[in-house]
């Protein structure tokens, strides 16, 4: 029967990937963890949990597909809004991975950086990043940005409020910000721009993710739950990818 409906994201296992045209950053919001417990009747956290595993899963191919950064939409600074045992058990979850997974990680010569204002987050959160972030600092592999308490509104707020207080109140009068000058002080300075964003779960939208960094990444949607989500998929995102043009603003 001729399924009309059916995604063409999701609807050709064959294809061969360009190893020359490997995005250099991937960025994911990764959505769905709820609506994945929801439907098989268990409590959200276990979604949540489901949703480690497809981390794991994501780095290693990352690492093996040669891509130089994943940034991990792992917490928004919208998502204290909900009820406390949730984000409490996302703050636990986010510990307990950090210590499982570490030297597995370590291991992969993943570089574990994370973006976003950690310093509202539980206090073991907190050293448990920075321990793994300076561990990591001289690994080769991917670098894996976990977005945690993070905000694209926020990091620009935060970029401006930064580079104007390293400047003197002369100074300040006759100042005219560049971009560049603004992006030294994004969470991401120094990183090249997403090429692509990944959204699984069916959503369409932003949801405040790298705002200023998304001018022209490549938007990649599917309606699997992150749960759900595999080393496939992330490959048919990469051949999408790899078939679009990219312009920027160009002919
Ligand atoms: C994404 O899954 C994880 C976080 C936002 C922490 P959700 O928890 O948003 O899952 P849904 O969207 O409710 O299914
Ligand atoms: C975005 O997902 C944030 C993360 C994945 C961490 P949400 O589930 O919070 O986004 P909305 O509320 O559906 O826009
Ligand atoms: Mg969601």
């Known amino acids: 029967m001729l399924n009309i409906f059916k995604k063409t994201n999701n609807s050709n296992d064959n294809f061969e990937l360009d190893y020359n045209n490997i995005p250099k950053h991937i960025a994911i919001i990764m959505d769905g963890n709820g609506r994945w417990a929801k439907k098989k009747n268990l409590p959200r956290t276990f979604g949540h949990k489901a949703g480690v595993e497809t981390i794991r899963k994501i780095i290693k191919e990352c690492n093996k597909l040669g891509v130089k950064y994943l940034t991990l939409y792992a917490f928004s600074t919208e998502n204290w809004k909900r009820p406390a045992e949730e984000v409490n058990s996302l703050m636990g979850l986010l510990v307990e991975y950090l210590k499982k997974e570490f030297d597995e990680l370590n291991r992969n010569d993943v570089v574990i950086n994370y973006i976003g204002d950690i310093s509202k987050l539980p206090h073991n959160c907190q050293t448990e990043l920075v321990k793994a972030k300076e561990k990591t600092i001289n690994n080769n592999g991917v670098v894996m940005n976990l977005a ?30 560049t971009e560049e000058m603004l992006e030294k002080h994004l969470y991401t300075a120094g990183m090249p721009d997403p090429d692509i964003i990944i959204r699984p779960s069916g959503e369409q939208r932003i949801s405040n993710f790298l705002l200023w960094q998304c001018a022209y990444s490549e938007f990649w949607y599917s309606d699997i739950l992150w749960p759900d989500f595999t080393e496939k998929d992330l490959q048919k995102a990469i051949y999408d990818y790899q078939n679009r043009e990219r312009r920027f603003g160009g002919i």
């Not at 509104?153 to 005219?176: D, P, V």
């Open 148 to 177: 945690l308490n993070y905000g694209g509104r926020s990091e620009i707020i935060n970029a401006f409020n930064s580079l104007l207080s390293n400047l003197s109140g002369e100074e300040l009068k006759n100042i005219s910000i």
